[in-house]
């Protein structure tokens, strides 16, 4: 329901909108959390792990930031990230060059040996995603999934 139609379900008795908005951010927070779980089974064993993956993630998306921005990003405090950046520079993942602008900080950017990595692990969990929707989704609900996917990157990002 748009916001116009709430407001008309509202004034006509029917459902609420805020218990609207409750029930489908219940399903999606369910549909999320089971999907985000199975994709997790579906990574390699002796793979990278999951804080690593976002790191090269984000440096993937977009490109060099400093420790303090990737803190930020992960939501972590940047002493939580000393160890795992430490762990990306020794396996020759990430660089770190000081930053251009500010001699003080450095800067993080993900390698070509770290794309290949992040690229591994991505197309190995893509793989299963796609056999799954293919296996147990009509081509109008796959076109859905396509549209939901920015939108839930967005609700990610979101700070209300």
Do not use: K
């Not at 029930?23 to 089971?34: C, D, F, H, L, M």
């Not at 002796?46 to 803190?71: D, I, N, Q």
């Not at 762990?87 to 950017?109: C, F, I, Y």
């Amino acid at each position: 329901m748009n916001m116009t139609e709430d407001a008309e379900a509202q004034r006509l008795g029917t459902v609420p909108a805020h218990d609207t908005r409750a029930a489908a951010a219940t399903e999606v927070r369910r549909g999320v959390i089971s999907l985000a779980r199975r994709l997790r089974l579906e990574r390699a064993e002796a793979g990278l792990t999951a804080l690593e993956l976002s790191v090269l993630g984000h440096l993937h998306r977009r490109g060099p930031l400093t420790p303090g921005e990737l803190a930020t990003a992960e939501r972590v405090q940047p002493q939580s990230l000393t160890r795992t950046l430490a762990a990306l520079e020794t396996a020759s993942l990430v660089s770190r060059e000081p930053d251009p602008a500010d001699g003080r900080r450095s800067l993080l950017a993900i390698t070509e040996y770290g794309q290949a990595a992040l690229r591994t692990e991505m197309e190995q969990r893509d793989a299963w995603l796609s056999a799954a929707m293919a296996a147990e989704l009509s081509t109008t609900e796959i076109g859905l999934l396509r549209l939901a996917g920015p939108l839930l990157e967005r609700l990610a990002a979101a700070n209300p």
